[in-house]
């Protein structure tokens, strides 16, 4: 595998990095043995002008066949963007990491502030603190977060704070914005002149969103492999977001469609998924 160019999502060309996909193959729990076999198997592949994406997708199928929990680990990113098209279930699987951390969680709320009202996607509250997240959802990849969002955003919470949101010196507000993919340079920066939290799917460092999912077990379901989209999108409509919520619920598979042949392989994997 000598030096070569890939192709990202966004169009643009990256120098190949074999740490770089064997360290995402270990964010996965596969072993240095499954990792060796798979870029064996890759390396005719691999070569200049081949995408990112085709790298990946094959990479999965590899991983696949020997572990479907690892290759949902593998599938985070992707399933993530299964979510859509719409914003909706991704501010609920946001809630869902607030409430893990024992926030009282409130989705899509109205909130007057001192010029108008604002819809907050996420508000979170545990004893004296109050969080504002909103979300920005992408159920495409080579999207960035620019700058206008922040600028946006901050306006927003600084018209609900100057009527009077904190009722006391106590009273401790932040405000966050949530994103599956990535935000630009500029927008982190203004962000972080601002005092508004960034999570994105790589940012920060050590408490991204894929870290926060992989420290807490928090998968949503739509990372199972065993499931059609179909079933994914069905168990979303009928307001399911994580895969603890429906990997050994018989009557609620079996309530999409799936079949009893397949019920065995979700359990499995969805097992395996939850306590890795």
């Not at 969080?131 to 080579?142: A, H, M, S, V």
């Not at 077990?217 to 979303?236: F, H, I, M, R, V």
Request: include cysteine.
């Amino acid at each position: 595998m000598d030096t070569f160019f890939v192709i990202k999502d966004s169009g643009e060309k990256e120098v190949f990095s074999k740490e770089k996909l064997k360290n995402s193959l270990r964010k996965t729990h596969a072993t240095e043995e499954e990792i060796s076999a798979i870029l064996l198997a890759l390396q005719p592949q691999l070569c200049e002008g081949v995408s990112s994406k085709h790298i990946y997708q094959e990479a999965f199928k590899l991983l696949r066949r020997r572990s479907r929990a690892k290759a949902s680990r593998y599938y985070l990113k992707r399933g993530l963007m299964e979510f859509g098209p719409t914003g909706f279930p991704f501010e609920r699987f946001i809630g869902e990491l607030f409430k893990h951390k024992g926030y009282l969680v409130k989705i899509d709320t109205i909130v007057q502030g001192k010029c108008v009202t604002h819809e907050v996607d996420v508000i979170a509250q545990k004893e004296n603190e109050i969080i504002f997240i909103e979300c920005k959802y992408r159920n495409q990849p080579g999207y960035s977060v620019d700058v206008k969002n922040p600028l946006y955003i901050y306006a927003r919470f600084q018209d609900i704070l100057e009527n009077g949101l904190l009722k006391n010196e106590e009273e401790k507000f932040s405000g966050f914005i949530a994103t599956n993919t990535k935000f630009t340079d500029d927008a982190t920066a203004y962000a972080n002149c601002k005092g508004l939290q960034l999570i994105s799917w790589n940012y920060p460092i050590n408490n991204s969103l894929k870290d926060i999912i992989d420290e807490t077990g928090l998968y949503p379901l739509t990372c199972l492999t065993s499931l059609t989209k179909n079933e994914k999108q069905a168990l979303l409509n009928n307001g399911y977001i994580l895969v603890r919520e429906i990997y050994n619920q018989v009557s609620i598979l079996r309530a999409v469609g799936v079949k009893e042949s397949r019920l065995n392989a979700i359990f499995k994997e969805g097992e395996q998924l939850c306590t890795l």
